[in-house]
């Protein structure tokens, strides 16, 4: 189908659902959660053939592992949508009713955007996530994912459609764009007359390039190059222990670690304790001349580059600093404003680190895999935001809504 037309009809079925009511949203939830649990044999064949292109292809083994469902991803997939179901719905409410001097009387209401576009990589639970809370939230979405998951993702909006005509709403309420090339993507940036926002999620490529490119709305998403600092007062236990995770539960995931930075005080004793559990995974670590000096043949010299990379993969950059003042720096001026941590015993450094570090999620003695929607208790997310304005960190529903000014009069005039 055309871009355009595919717009019109999205723009078009935004009236309908922004009055179809929450029991009725909710109707649909349940009817997408039951399609994806008794057909979910058909998600994960499809799924099998992205695989095994993306292997052929040559992918690396941490974007196989983003792209890969199973049985048990699935099941959390579908409680996402049960979650987000069981949400409060933000339409409607009023922010308060306030009577003016001349008697009219003024409120705020909660609005869905209208038509969310959301384009994004290789990650085929984004594609339910995203239709879940754009739903619940009012919203219609044209979801545009990449070519590693074409297949993927055709089969489960074709299911997830077939449960919003069952459940009595506009099938366009979510589509897919097809077309996996640049010039959809780029349709699509372009689509103002019909789409109110578009949200990237995946690599600082993608990010940059739809921020740069775009006349629609962009709020942007998923950039993430999040560190650890080890401050001289850790429990260096435990601060191995939260890099380990931080860096390897999911390497390929923006809330993952992707630079550590030690105080000089503690290196050499947190260095031997950390990397007998990074060894696990075989991460390589890219290191400054100081940590090079420490880990000798384990670790190889990092380049200028390193201090802003976001691996996606088994790498970690190792960085030793010689006191918060240059962690924070570093932080603030290598980051992406995404998820940083303080692993400390020191109350004060703690508060010092949280109101110093910009980011959207800072973290003391926990590992920055916990920004996350699910974890924060939003249900699924529709992507974490680094910038300012409009949102700011994991997305869920009321971060999918604007506000309308309600107002009441008695036949003023001005």
């Known amino acids: 189908m055309d871009i355009r037309e595919q717009g019109r009809l999205a723009k078009a079925a935004s009236y309908k659902l922004a009055s179809a009511g929450s029991s009725k949203k909710d109707e649909a939830l349940r009817a997408i959660a039951e399609m994806l649990g008794s057909r979910y044999g058909e998600w994960l064949s499809a799924n099998e053939e992205d695989l095994r292109n993306a292997e052929a292809s040559g992918m690396k083994p941490a974007m196989l592992d983003r792209l890969r469902l199973s049985k048990e991803r699935i099941d959390g997939i579908i409680e996402g949508v049960r979650q987000v179901m069981a949400l409060p719905d933000p339409i409607g409410h009023v922010d308060g009713m306030d009577e003016r001097p001349n008697g009219l009387i003024i409120g705020k209401k909660r609005v869905p955007l209208g038509v969310i576009g959301i384009i994004y990589e290789a990650r085929p639970n984004v594609t339910v996530d995203a239709a879940a809370l754009c739903l619940k939230s009012g919203n219609v979405c044209i979801l545009r994912g990449g070519k590693e998951a074409i297949n993927s993702n055709k089969c489960v909006v074709g299911l997830m459609r077939e449960a919003l005509k069952k459940a009595g709403l506009p099938e366009d309420c979510i589509s897919l764009i097809e077309d996996t090339s640049r010039d959809s993507a780029k349709a699509l940036m372009q689509l103002d007359e019909y789409v109110d926002v578009l949200i990237p999620r995946g690599g600082r490529d993608l990010i940059r390039t739809v921020a740069r490119e775009s006349s629609v709305p962009v709020i942007r998403t998923g950039e993430g190059v999040c560190h650890v600092y080890v401050d001289e007062a850790a429990d260096l ?15 390929s995931v923006c809330n993952a670690a992707e630079c550590v930075l030690i105080h000089e005080a503690v290196a050499e004793d947190f260095l031997k304790l950390a990397v007998p559990l990074l060894d696990k995974h075989a991460v390589e670590l890219r290191c400054d001349e100081r940590a090079l000096s420490i880990l000798g043949q384990r670790g190889i010299k990092a380049s200028p580059e390193d201090w802003d990379a976001e ?4 790498i970690l950059a190792v960085h030793i600093v010689d006191s918060e003042d240059e962690a924070v720096d ?5 980051g992406s404003s995404h998820s940083e941590a303080i ?3 020191d109350y004060f450094k703690a508060q010092d680190f949280l109101e110093r570090v910009d980011a959207a999620a800072v973290y003391v003695n926990a590992s920055t895999r916990f920004t996350d929607g699910f974890e924060f208790g939003l249900g699924a997310e529709i992507g974490i935001s680094t910038q300012k304005l409009h949102a700011r960190g994991p997305m869920g529903l009321s971060e999918l809504t604007s506000i309308k000014y309600i107002v009441y009069g008695k036949g003023q005039v001005r």
């Open 343 to 345: 692993i400390t015993r």
């Open 311 to 314: 691996y996606d993969d088994y």
């Open 330 to 334: 570093f932080i603030n001026t290598h």
């Open 237 to 251: 236990n435990m601060a191995a222990d939260i890099l380990y995770n931080a860096k390897c539960s999911r390497p």
